[in-house]
């Protein structure tokens, strides 16, 4: 016999006002961090870093520019939405400590669905360390918008900037990249499969290490804890939001040097190398151009090898050359290419 379908619970927000929606939302995050001196509930929040430098960086997330309901589930929404704000922080070899979330809702928004978004939001304060300070809420005609806010400290000696790469110094990469795009066209794929034909099961089964690459990234704190032990402190560093070669662009303009980046130290998941293939793209291309990875890619002094090369999770990637050579790439076939700006390499595997 069918079962009736269950229909999910819907409480209109307004049921609550405001405060009251605020304060439902935000009432289990506990306060983790000591400069933490007031969070939500005042004016404004009071954070006090005792001589450390502050680092603050925002980035507003918009639903049908940086996200698909249809296939972002809201409580990993919540999650990514935090995640990319603490990569932010980290990038610059700093801890993040504090966010605020700011909110624009239509009335599509049920508190339950809300709920949800606060579900991921705390999971990524519980998994970090972070401390939910504060925000706004307010109403959109249209769509769902969240900005996150990540407020982090770090000892000003040891703070990492773009603009610190010296001709000379070695490239790092951590985990690997290009996996987040590929699963984000699997899943604009599988959307369209289920637009056409609803009754179609998703074949994301197979390709669940991507997909999660895309829905649900990681941050790399483990790897600021990581150079901190070891007592390194990279020359220059950045998050790879937008690709890995785009924001080795973004260093070499802002440090003045060109770089050589070998093909074969850019790591690839070998699910992303079979999923390229898939979709007949080329490996190194995803990974150069891809994007959402946040991996970090840095820069050590050259006496730093040593360290780096025995550290978990870094590959060696290149060398960073004088202005005038340029950005290049060495292709595993032997040949050196310019790097394009927007990241896309033409490759033709059947060149040699
Ligand atoms: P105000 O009118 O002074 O801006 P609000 O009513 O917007 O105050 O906010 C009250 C408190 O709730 C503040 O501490 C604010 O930071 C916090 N807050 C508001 N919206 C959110 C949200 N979406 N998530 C977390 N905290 C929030
Ligand atoms: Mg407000």
Redesign the pocket.
């Known amino acids: 016999m069918a079962e009736k379908a269950q229909q999910p619970q819907r409480t209109d927000v307004n049921t609550l006002g405001?405060?009251g929606l605020?304060n439902h939302?935000?009432k289990q995050f506990p306060i983790l961090n000591a400069s933490t001196k007031l969070?939500?509930?005042?004016?404004?929040?009071v954070i006090d870093n005792q001589g450390l430098q502050t680092v603050v960086s925002t980035d507003m997330l918009v639903e049908g520019i940086h996200f698909d309901l249809m296939y972002s589930p809201l409580k990993h929404l919540g999650y990514k939405a935090v995640v990319v704000n603490l990569s932010d922080i980290y990038a610059m070899n700093a801890t993040p400590k504090q966010i605020?979330?700011?909110?624009a809702l239509s009335n599509r928004f049920s508190v339950e669905a809300l709920e949800e978004l606060y579900a991921g939001i705390y999971l990524a304060c519980e998994r970090y360390g972070v401390d939910?300070?504060?925000?706004?809420?307010t109403s959109s005609n249209k769509g769902l918008i969240i900005s996150v806010t990540a407020i982090g400290q770090a000892a000003v000696d040891k703070l990492v900037y773009r603009s610190g790469a010296k001709v000379g110094d070695i490239i790092c990469i951590t985990g690997d990249v290009g996996a987040a795009y590929l699963g984000l066209q699997m899943l604009e794929r599988e959307k369209q499969v289920f637009l056409s034909s609803p009754d179609v099961k998703p074949d994301l089964e197979n390709e669940a290490y991507c997909v999660g690459r895309q829905l649900k990234p990681e941050a790399r704190g483990d790897m600021i804890r990581q150079f901190a032990k070891e007592n390194l402190v990279p020359t220059a560093m950045i998050d790879i939001s937008d690709g890995v070669a785009s924001e080795l662009f973004h260093i070499c303009r802002a440090s003045g040097v060109g770089a050589y980046l070998e093909e074969e130290g850019v790591p690839i998941h070998p699910d992303a190398q079979m999923l390229a293939l898939r979709f007949k793209l080329d490996p190194i291309t995803t990974a150069l151009s891809g994007g959402e990875d946040y991996e970090l890619l840095f820069t050590v002094k050259t006496e730093d090898l040593e360290k780096v090369k025995y550290m978990p999770d870094i590959y060696i990637a290149g060398e960073i050359t004088a202005a005038a050579d340029g950005v290049k790439l060495h292709t595993k076939g032997g040949n050196i290419h310019p790097l394009q700006a927007q990241g896309w390499v033409h490759f033709d595997p059947n060149k040699k």
């Open positions: 405001e405060f605020i939302l935000t969070g939500i509930g005042d004016d404004a929040a605020t979330v700011s909110l939910l300070v504060g925000g706004d809420t």
